[in-house]
């Protein structure tokens, strides 16, 4: 099936429904479903992209997907680059491991605020180093198609002392900053409860 251009659908509809990564939740089935509601673009749950890199029972596992999963973001954490990188070869459409080719981009989880992945740096961890994630994008970024999303959710967090490398200032230079340098564009969607968001590079 032909991949598409995930940036192009946000300039073709002036509203555009999206299924956001929900631990737990956001499976094929569930996904499925939202797409019979006219979805029209889903992510999956986070995915470990450590486990998933290492081992196929985690593959197996972690992404389910078929040909009327599309548009599809596969989202990752990561703690490191190249964690991240390999993660996003395999789901890319030139991968070399025998997986359906039918995810059109990959986000980077900057938003996660369980305590566990704080612990182990992923997630909205991440927020307090900010060219790690730079390093990241820019990676996996001019590795793939111009055409194939790479995005980061990010948080902008109700207790901004814990996370002064971003506050909501910092964060908006920072996305800029990176959309600069890919020469692309940067969209940043927001909540206005949890102040939300996916940076799509």
């Known amino acids: 099936m032909e991949r598409v251009d995930v940036l192009e659908k946000f300039y ?14 956001s499976k094929l089935p569930f996904r499925l479903l939202v797409r019979d509601y006219d979805c029209d673009v889903c992510f999956t749950p986070m995915i470990m992209s450590d486990s998933f890199v290492r081992s196929a029972k985690a593959r197996d596992n972690e ?24 993660a996003a070869e395999i ?5 070399s491991i025998r997986l359906p080719a039918y ?3 990959v986000d980077l989880n900057c938003g996660c605020p369980q305590r566990w992945a704080l612990k182990e740096g992923y997630g909205s961890s991440l927020l307090t180093k900010p060219e790690l994630i730079k390093d990241i994008v820019l990676r996996v ?16 967090l109700d207790d901004l002392r814990k996370f002064k ?3 909501a200032f910092s964060m908006l230079a920072f996305i800029h900053s990176i959309s600069s340098v890919t020469s692309m564009v940067g969209n940043i969607y927001l909540q ?5 968001g996916n940076v799509c590079l």
Do not use: W
Request: aromatic share 8%.
């Open 192 to 196: 206005k409860k949890r102040m939300e």
């Open 141 to 156: 970024r001019n590795m793939l198609p111009s055409s194939y999303s790479v995005s980061v959710k990010i948080r902008i």
């Open 103 to 105: 995810s059109d981009g």
């Open 91 to 95: 789901v890319a459409p030139h991968n």
């Open 63 to 86: 992404l389910k997907t078929s040909e009327g999963d599309r548009p599809l973001i596969v989202q990752f954490a990561a703690n490191n680059v190249e964690d991240f990188v390999n």
């Open 165 to 167: 490398e971003m506050s």
């Open 12 to 25: 073709e509809k002036d509203f555009l429904k999206i299924c956001a990564p929900m631990v737990r939740y």
